[in-house]
């Protein structure tokens, strides 16, 4: 159950005139989501063909303007544009007298915090930084998806009670992250959620190229077991031949990716690397295996090993859900609780 405070009557905004910057996948979801709360979208501005077919469709009867008439007509102002784009929107926009005294201007850069709203408040605006932890389509199907989703919110500690009400409002859950931590919260989203797609995506080229006909539908459970396991028990649900030290299996492995996918070998044997450091920290991977295993991945499978098993495995599915070494079940550790 969420401990976040719940604001009262008080502290929600006023029903208030919205207006988006920039209608890429993020802004007119969040801007039909507070439609949807009782505020009222009143225009929005985009530059490309698809960011105008999906401010349209997203927010119908919604006027495209310019940017500076955004702001004119709205007591709230989403700034969706990429994160690199966002100082100098913001400093062009405070240049040019588009911000208006009390206006609610919220960026969703995972990357900043209020700081980079700086030009804008110094005209009187009041900086908003609300990120959504979550990967948008650019579809009706992002407003279903904020119920429950995690914000990052970063505001003066005055307006804290408003930007948290704003989230709730969206159907999301506020959490709290200081200026000074904004880079490192982005960072750490992006290492789980954008580099998970890569992976995902590479598995099932190589499925294919096993000859596996529906690669998504054998990842499935696999992949949902796995996560819901990393979620609830950390490194404790560590589980494969890397953890196990099957260095001869990691080694096969490296070998077919050579033959089959060269641009996957350096990813796979950077990961393999990063998954032992893990597993030796936390007990999982025994040292006396450590040490062939660290061989593999230092030469990069060139040199070849062999193991207990005749084709250089100590055996066991690679996947980690057989038995492991010490007669346990591979998923150990995973009765805790849960981003």
């Not at 007591?75 to 009390?102: F, K, N, Q, S």
């Not at 201007?105 to 700081?115: D, F, I, Q």
């Not at 930084?129 to 579809?139: C, S, V």
């Amino acid at each position: 159950m969420s401990t976040v405070h719940q604001p009262d009557s008080k502290d929600r905004p006023a029903r208030l005139t919205v207006g988006v910057v920039g209608a890429g996948r993020v802004g007119p979801a969040l801007a039909a989501s507070l439609q949807l709360a009782g505020h009222r979208p009143v225009a929005v501005s985009g530059v490309s063909d698809a960011s105008r077919r999906r401010a349209e469709t997203m927010l119908p009867d919604v006027p495209l303007v310019p940017p500076a008439e955004v702001l004119q007509r709205a007591d709230l102002v989403l700034l969706t544009v990429p994160d690199d784009a966002l100082p100098g929107l913001v400093a062009g926009l405070a240049e040019t007298g588009a911000v208006r005294p009390g206006q609610l201007l919220v960026h969703t850069s995972g990357r900043y915090g209020a700081k980079v709203l700086d030009p804008a408040t110094r005209a009187g605006a009041l900086p908003l930084a609300l990120h959504p932890a979550m990967t948008f389509t650019g579809t009706p199907v992002d407003v279903q998806r904020l119920a429950g989703c995690s914000f990052g919110v970063t505001a003066p500690e005055e307006l804290r009670l408003a930007a948290e009400a704003l989230v709730i409002e969206m159907g999301g859950e506020p959490e709290w992250v200081s200026e000074q931590n904004r880079p490192l919260y982005h960072a750490a989203l992006a290492l789980g959620a954008n580099h998970l797609v890569t992976l995902v995506a590479q598995s099932m080229e190589l499925l294919r190229t096993a000859g596996v006909a529906a690669p998504d539908r054998m990842l499935g459970p696999l992949l949902g077991a796995a996560l819901d396991n990393a979620l609830r028990s950390g490194d404790a649900a560590l589980t494969g031949p890397v953890a196990r030290g099957d260095a001869g299996t990691v080694a096969a492995h490296v070998t077919e990716l050579r033959k089959h996918a060269p641009q996957a070998v350096a990813g796979y044997l950077a990961m393999a690397r990063a998954t032992a450091d893990r597993a030796l920290a936390h007990g999982l991977l025994k040292p006396e295996l450590a040490e062939d295993l660290l061989g593999v991945l230092a030469d990069g499978g060139l040199a070849g090993h062999n193991g207990r098993g005749g084709d250089g495995s100590r055996g066991g599915d690679a996947t980690g859900g057989t038995t492991g070494d010490d007669g346990t079940d591979g998923t150990t550790g995973t009765e805790g609780n849960d981003r």
